[in-house]
């Protein structure tokens, strides 16, 4: 609920016409509400378990000893998505992939860098919510892949705003959950890696192709279906265990959080 309401008043105070540094000074607190994952999981982990558990929170962004073929699936799979998509919208007509529509690397990478440090982007805002404190909890109490449809309703419902706003169309929501299934795979098959998801958050905004009209509505679909189908193809590969094992990581989150939190 809080970025149905915070964002509103931020935008509001920023263009009220208040002299700059008051209007940012009075809606800097309702701005930094808006990434609600992040701020709620290390409230929520500062106010159970102190210290030890936000340290156990953000150690994840320290699982970085996960293979190389973990680090290709994040930094390589989300452009893949976001390319094929663009060779096949060429079956209607629509121009090549090419640096003119996607934009040059420098400005790709500028893009990415960016991702990675904005707090109110989804990599950021997001990641220490959904994988960091959300998903070992609810693989606590339910199968790795029931757990991330729940996550993925969770998850759905929070970008209802942005549907709301116009932002967001509402069949991306689809593509929502097939992320959500992926995330947690890769989540899990890296032992609880941060690192890993958040790369692999970062790394699918970063392609956009600059269509329009009906261009863009027919790239949209097909990119939502690759999503799908590669987040189906995982599940039936995967199972209810979705790359989980037993990990220390998730024993350490039992042993930090008191069990009348986990249950």
Same mark, same amino acid.
């Given at each position: 609920?809080?970025?149905?309401?915070?964002?509103?008043?931020?935008?509001?105070?920023?263009?009220?016409?208040?002299?700059?540094?008051?209007? $940012?000074?009075?809606?800097?607190?309702? &701005? @930094?509400?808006?990434?609600?994952?992040?701020?709620?999981?290390?409230? =929520? %982990?500062?106010?159970?378990?102190?210290?030890?558990?936000?340290?156990? #929170?953000?150690?994840?962004?320290?699982?970085?000893?996960?293979?190389?073929?973990?680090?290709?699936?994040?930094?390589?799979?989300?452009?893949?998505?976001? @390319?094929?998509?663009?060779?096949?919208?060429?079956?209607?007509?629509?121009?090549?992939?090419?640096?003119?529509?996607?934009?040059?690397?420098?400005?790709?990478?500028?893009?990415?860098? =960016?991702?990675?440090?904005?707090? +109110? *982007?989804?990599?950021?805002? &997001? &990641?220490?919510? +959904?994988?960091?404190?959300?998903?070992?909890?609810?693989?606590?109490?339910?199968?790795? #892949?029931?757990?991330?449809?729940? #996550?993925?309703?969770? $998850?759905?419902? +929070?970008?209802?705003?942005? $549907?709301?706003?116009? *932002?967001?169309?509402? =069949?991306?929501?689809?593509?929502?959950?097939?992320?959500?299934?992926?995330?947690?795979?890769?989540?899990?098959?890296?032992?609880?890696?941060?690192?890993?998801?958040?790369?692999?958050?970062?790394? *699918?905004?970063?392609?956009?192709?600059?269509?329009?009209?009906? *261009?863009?509505?027919?790239?949209?679909?097909?990119?939502?279906?690759?999503?799908?189908?590669?987040?189906?193809?995982?599940?039936?590969? %995967?199972?209810?265990?979705?790359?989980?094992?037993?990990?220390? %990581?998730?024993?350490?989150?039992? &042993?930090?959080?008191?069990?009348?939190?986990?249950?």
């Amino acid at each position: 609920m809080l970025p149905w309401i915070c964002a509103p008043i931020a935008d509001g105070l920023f263009y009220s016409g208040l002299p700059t540094l008051l209007a $940012v000074a009075l809606a800097l607190p309702f &701005e @930094i509400m808006v990434a609600s994952p992040l701020v709620a999981a290390l409230i =929520v %982990s500062a106010v159970i378990g102190g210290r030890t558990a936000v340290a156990g #929170l953000l150690r994840g962004f320290l699982r970085w000893r996960t293979g190389w073929r973990w680090y290709a699936v994040a930094l390589v799979l989300p452009p893949a998505l976001a @390319i094929l998509p663009a060779y096949l919208n060429m079956l209607w007509d629509a121009p090549a992939p090419s640096t003119a529509l996607f934009g040059s690397v420098g400005a790709l990478l500028s893009l990415f860098a =960016v991702r990675l440090v904005n707090p +109110w *982007d989804g990599p950021l805002s &997001e &990641e220490v919510g +959904w994988r960091g404190f959300a998903l070992p909890r609810l693989q606590q109490r339910y199968s790795a #892949l029931t757990a991330n449809l729940i #996550l993925a309703g969770i $998850v759905m419902t +929070w970008h209802l705003r942005l $549907v709301a706003s116009g *932002d967001l169309p509402a =069949v991306a929501l689809i593509g929502t959950l097939a992320a959500t299934i992926l995330f947690g795979w890769l989540y899990n098959s890296t032992n609880g890696s941060l690192l890993l998801v958040y790369l692999f958050h970062a790394t *699918d905004g970063v392609l956009k192709p600059d269509y329009s009209g009906v *261009d863009a509505t027919h790239y949209l679909w097909l990119k939502i279906a690759l999503w799908a189908l590669v987040a189906a193809g995982v599940a039936a590969y %995967s199972g209810r265990t979705l790359g989980s094992t037993t990990s220390r %990581s998730f024993r350490r989150i039992a &042993e930090i959080v008191p069990p009348k939190i986990i249950q």
